[in-house]
T-cell receptor
């Protein structure tokens, strides 16, 4: 059974810092991995998707990596801004494409 | 245009009632999902459904039933609501043929409170 763990559960940083959010998973048989952002009281916004055959994806200040052999993914946020404050969720799509398994998220707070 | 829309956004109802949450997607996707986010913000899949199969998470009580009138809609019907059903319910969709890389798109959530 796939288990997804995100560390840390919460993170507070001053504006301008570069930071890394971690995600680990127990079953490497995945279709893809997605990173989502959730603002308080809002839905989920997809940030980056890495296919099983890929190693990383980049979008603006965000870079996500995937190492299936070690069961790890990281989300790197460069030059953090207060607007980046949100909960970041890592999720794995199983090989059948029938279920997206979520971690419990990392709640990020960026102070100005 | 909203890709995945669900209604109502907020619902407060009494224990024992039956209620439905509607979901529609205009992305042409063939697979839709319902997720439950509990008070600790943990998201768990309840159902995934396409025009061929319904896959149910075995932990979901049979008081919950998905109903799909067509490919673009997957409604969630809940019978005999209990206090523990209070949560945020998210609808989502994706295309299992690999288009858009199987990116899953989520609705904005429906906040259900059972009193």
């Amino acid at each position: 059974k796939q288990e997804v763990t995100q560390i840390p559960a919460a993170l507070s940083v001053p504006e301008g810092e570069n930071l890394v959010l971690n995600c680990s998973f127990t079953d490497s048989a995945i279709y893809n991995l997605q990173w989502f952002r959730q603002d308080p009281g809002k839905g989920l916004t997809s940030l980056l998707l890495i296919q099983s055959s890929q190693r990383e994806q980049t979008s603006g200040r965000l870079n996500a990596s995937l190492d299936k052999s070690s069961g790890r993914s990281t989300l790197y946020i460069a030059a953090s801004q207060p607007g980046d404050s949100a909960t970041y969720l890592c999720a794995l799509l199983n090989q059948a494409g029938t279920a997206l398994i979520f971690g419990k998220g990392t709640t990020l707070s960026v102070s100005s | 245009d909203t890709a995945v829309s669900q209604t109502p956004k907020y619902l407060v109802t009494q224990m024992g009632n039956d209620k439905s949450i509607k979901c529609e997607q205009n992305l042409g996707h063939d697979t839709m999902y319902w997720y439950k986010q509990d008070s600790k913000k943990f998201l768990k899949i309840m159902f995934s459904y396409n025009n061929k199969e319904l896959i149910i998470n075995e932990t979901v009580p049979n008081r919950f039933s998905p109903k799909s009138p067509d490919k673009a809609h997957l409604n969630l019907h809940i019978n005999s609501l209990e206090l523990g059903d209070s949560a945020v319910y998210f609808c989502a969709s994706s295309s299992r043929d690999g288009s858009s890389g199987n990116t899953i798109y989520f609705g904005e959530g429906s906040w259900l409170t059972v009193v």
